[in-house]
C-alpha cells in the first residue's frame, strides 16, 4: 500500500519558485493504482504546476472538491480542457451560494460552474449525503461533523444567499478526505470550516482508527487565541506524526507549528508526501 501526494498549488511557492501559488489548495494524489485530485485552486495554476512536475492530470479518475468556495473549485473547469474522464465528488449544497458579507458589501465566493456544465461535460457527479463513504478501498470521505467543540466557530462573515436573503453560512457542504496507510489514516482538509477539531474527531470515531498525517486547511487563520492554543493542544494529544497544514491556516499559527512542534512539515506548492 503505497501513497504519494503532491501539492499542486498553495498559497506559497516555497523553493520550487518556477510553480505558480495562489490563494487556494489543490493536491495530486496516487494511491494503490488510483488518481486523485483533492480541491483545484482558483485557476489553471494547478494544471500549469502538475505539468512543470511532469504529473499527468488526464490518469485522473476521481476527483474531489471539498466545499464550494472559488480557491478550491475554481480550477476544475481548466481540467476539463486536459480531462472529463472521472467522477465529481462533492458535499450536498455545494452549489448554494456563497459569499462574504462586510456590512452592505458582499463579495461572491463561489464556484464558477455549476451542473449544467458538468452535464454538457458527461462528467458523473456524486454528493456525499452520509457521515462517510469508502469511495475506493481505503479511499473514505467524511461529512456531517458533528460540532462538539465550542471554541471553532464561523466567522459570521461567511453567507448563503437563498430565498432571497443572506443567512450564515453552515458548511453543510465540507468534506474531507482519509486514505489508508501502513502508517495510519492520512486526512485531506480542504478549509476545515466546520473546525479542524470536529473533522478528526468525527474521523476518529467513525474509522477507529490512528490518525497519522494532515494536509491542508485549518482556518486557524481567523481562531481566537484560546482557540488556536485549544488547536495546538489536539495536535499535540493525538500524537499526529506529520503536520502539513498550510493555505488557511494563516502564517501565524504556521510560525508557531514551525517552533514548537517537531511533526511539523511545511507544506507549499511542489510540496510532496510519499507514504509507503
Do not use: W
Not at 494524489?29 to 485530485?37: D, E
Not at 461572491?108 to 475506493?136: C, M, Q, W
Amino acid at each position: 500500500m503505497t501513497t504519494h501526494i503532491t501539492t499542486l498549488v498553495e498559497n506559497r511557492t516555497g523553493e520550487h519558485k518556477a510553480l505558480k501559488a495562489e490563494h487556494g489548495l489543490s493536491f495530486f494524489i496516487q494511491h494503490n493504482g488510483m488518481y486523485l485530485i483533492f480541491d483545484t485552486g482558483q485557476s489553471d495554476a494547478f494544471a500549469d504546476n502538475a505539468r512543470l512536475l511532469n504529473l499527468d492530470l488526464t490518469k485522473v479518475d476521481t476527483v474531489i472538491l471539498s466545499h464550494g468556495h472559488y480557491d478550491h473549485g475554481g480550477g476544475l473547469r481548466y481540467l476539463t480542457d486536459l480531462t472529463t474522464s472521472f467522477t465529481l465528488h462533492t458535499g450536498t449544497g455545494f452549489f448554494r451560494q456563497k459569499y462574504a458579507v462586510s456590512g452592505q458589501a458582499a463579495a461572491y465566493l463561489g464556484v464558477n460552474f455549476k451542473t449544467d456544465f458538468l452535464r454538457s461535460h458527461a462528467i458523473p457527479h456524486e454528493e456525499l449525503r452520509a457521515p462517510h463513504r469508502e469511495i475506493a478501498p481505503g479511499v473514505h470521505l467524511f461529512s456531517q461533523f458533528p460540532r462538539v467543540h465550542e471554541d471553532e466557530t464561523i466567522n459570521p462573515r461567511f453567507m448563503i444567499f437563498e430565498d432571497g436573503d443572506f443567512k450564515p453560512d453552515p458548511f453543510a457542504d465540507e468534506i474531507c478526505l482519509a486514505l489508508d496507510s501502513s502508517n495510519g489514516l492520512i486526512v485531506l482538509l480542504g478549509c476545515a470550516h466546520p473546525g479542524m477539531k470536529n473533522m478528526l474527531d468525527h474521523i476518529r470515531h467513525t474509522m477507529k482508527q490512528h490518525i497519522y498525517a494532515i494536509l491542508g486547511g485549518t482556518h486557524l487563520v481567523e481562531a481566537a487565541d484560546n482557540g488556536m492554543e485549544s488547536s495546538f493542544a489536539y495536535l499535540r494529544n493525538n500524537t499526529i506524526e506529520v503536520i502539513a497544514v498550510s493555505h488557511c491556516t494563516g502564517e501565524s499559527a504556521l510560525n508557531r507549528l514551525a517552533a514548537e512542534n517537531s511533526n511539523y512539515a511545511m507544506n507549499c506548492t511542489g510540496s510532496s508526501l510519499f507514504v509507503a
